[in-house]
């Protein structure tokens, strides 16, 4: 199993930053990437960004060009996000892909992302 904790939500002005980060435990090597994934009331849950362990990179159209996900080690995992937008305002939370499922079978509880106009 493995074990995932955001942190780094709260409340921000529209075009400020927040740093959210995610760290992971547990059975770490059954993961082969790490996602950002975002969900507002009645919405879809949607992907933001995902790190994969060779290092590939993807991100939402969305939020190309001002949020930045990025790895420290196999355990942390952070998401920059600059020029934040009230469109943004969601619960953010980190998931792992299973290596053998390729499926994002773990989950952090979320975080609160609050951008006001």
């Known amino acids: ?25 547990g059975n770490i090597s059954l993961t082969n990437a790490i996602g950002w994934f975002r969900q507002v009331p009645g919405k879809q849950r949607e992907l933001v960004a995902f790190i994969g362990n060779s290092g590939n990179i993807h991100y939402a159209d969305a939020v190309k060009g001002r949020f930045t996900i990025s790895r420290d080690n196999s355990k942390n995992t952070y998401l920059q996000m600059n020029s934040l937008k009230p469109e943004d305002t969601a619960v953010y939370y980190c998931a792992a892909q299973d290596r053998r499922t390729w499926y994002y079978d773990y989950w952090g509880q979320g975080t609160q992302v609050t951008v006001s106009s």
Not at 4 to 17: I, M, P, T
Request: aromatic share 0%.
């Open 1 to 25: 199993q493995v074990q995932l904790v955001e942190s780094g939500g709260g409340l921000v002005q529209a075009g400020g930053s927040l740093r959210l980060s995610c760290a992971a435990s």
